[in-house]
């Protein structure tokens, strides 16, 4: 028969065991809401992705679990916000192409409340693990061992259990950033974003699209008077850029692309008694 210390010993493995499994299963936990809270927000300029990226693990991970909770509540699961609370101005280099993105959850304010609520319990719950468990609880004892291990038991179904509500999450969050990756290797997306065309053939953001820019580079060149011969930036352009067409830009012709750019002006006359008309532009 088993003597008193020796019952008392294997009552105390039984609860470094599971005191154990608990503070695994939170690292785990603080692991993926740090993932999570990092790849919430996507910057680049100029292609520097994973300089931003890399930067911004490193901040996160030196965080403790309820501060970066709080980055969790509050970046990726949102209260519902107005679009104008998201715009951010960033004055950097205008020659550099600068985007950013984030993901983000929104929930009703009683949601979000509750949400907050259940996961700073749970910090609670991981400081009183590491920091106090054993003034709690008296595992000098069997009956105290038999307390503690029961309560580790709670303890687990509760951490296990925010850590698959949070572990769907993260899952959602993964499927959104490898359809965004999938957009931003489309054709479509790089000709908007390298050269102002919408997708669609719909158009394009005139005021910087490239098609626009290399009529300004024709009238630089070109210009008699201010006045540019449409023909002659046509042939400029063809020779040097010749994949931008109208068609591309959602045009029938290069009058119609300064027309619908509105931000040149257009004059149509004669070179010649009896010729035909030519068409001249100027940048307004």
């Known amino acids: 028969m088993p003597s008193q210390s020796e019952n008392i010993a294997e009552a105390q493995r039984e609860v470094q065991r599971k005191l154990g499994r608990n503070l695994l299963r939170i690292q785990q936990l603080e692991v993926m809401v740090k993932s999570m809270v990092a790849h919430s927000v996507i910057e680049s300029e100029s292609g520097d992705m994973h300089s931003f990226l890399d930067k911004r693990k490193q901040d996160v991970a030196k965080k403790t679990l309820g501060q970066v909770v709080g980055d969790l509540t509050t970046d990726l ?113 790089i ?50 850029e010749p994949s931008h067409t109208p068609k591309r830009y959602g045009c029938s012709s290069w009058r119609h692309v300064l027309h619908e750019s509105a931000i040149f002006t257009i004059r149509r006359e004669q070179s010649e008694p009896g010729g035909a008309k030519e068409t001249w532009y100027r940048s307004r």
Not at 205 to 211: A, L
């Open 77 to 189: 699961l949102s209260l519902p916000a107005n679009e104008e609370g998201q715009q951010q101005e960033h004055p950097g280099d205008p020659t550099k192409i600068r985007f950013r993105t984030s993901f983000r959850i929104e929930m009703s304010p009683e949601d979000h409340q509750r949400t907050q609520q259940r996961l700073a319990e749970l910090v609670e719950l991981r400081n009183k693990l590491v920091h106090h468990f054993i003034d709690i609880h008296d595992i000098w004892t069997v009956a105290g061992c038999a307390s503690a291990d029961a309560y580790l038991d709670d303890c687990f179904r509760l951490i296990d259990e925010r850590f698959e509500e949070l572990r769907k999450i993260a899952q959602h969050q993964d499927e959104a950033r490898k359809e965004m990756v999938n957009v931003m290797q489309s054709g479509e997306f």
């Open 191 to 240: 000709d908007f974003l390298l050269h102002g065309i919408l997708p669609g053939g719909t158009g394009a953001i005139w005021s910087s699209c490239t098609i626009v820019n290399l009529l300004r580079d024709a009238e630089a060149m070109l210009a008699v008077d201010e006045w540019t011969p449409l023909a002659r930036a046509i042939e400029y352009i063809s020779g040097r």
